[in-house]
């Protein structure tokens, strides 16, 4: 009966920021963890995340799908101090047109920006 009026409280207040100190109050726990795991929403939780693993193993290793999430990003490296020395002077440029309100001169620089960042790349 205790669990289940848990349960039902929880249910009842489901926004209520302190149902579960609340609950654990009346359960005497000394854990909000402890707590979630007397009214199984632990384990709830635990089968939720093992039923999203299943189906995307299913759809991307065992039918074969493309798996969407591991894109291959571009890794620039760089030396730290000539990071550093261009980063300065970038930011020398900025400052200069700090108050331009021209975009095609602001994306100008953009663009020169992002092209010297390529040159001093490994």
Do not use: W
Not at 2 to 8: A, D, E, S, V
Not at 52 to 78: A, H, I, R, T, W
Request: glycine share 6%.
């Amino acid at each position: 009966m205790r669990r289940g009026m848990g349960k039902m409280l929880l249910e009842l207040h489901p926004n209520d920021p302190v149902a579960k100190s609340v609950l654990m109050e009346l359960y005497n726990h000394s854990s909000e963890k402890m707590t979630n795991k007397y009214l199984g929403e632990t384990a709830k939780l635990e089968m939720e995340y093992l039923d999203d693993y299943g189906q995307k193993y299913k759809k991307y290793v065992m039918d074969g799908e493309e798996v969407p999430f591991l894109v291959k990003n571009p890794v620039s490296v760089y030396d730290n101090s000539e990071l550093r020395n261009y980063m300065l002077c970038a930011f020398g440029k900025i400052l200069d047109l700090k108050d331009e309100t021209d975009a095609t001169i602001l994306i100008k620089l953009y663009n020169e920006l992002l092209d010297g960042l390529e040159t001093i790349s490994r």
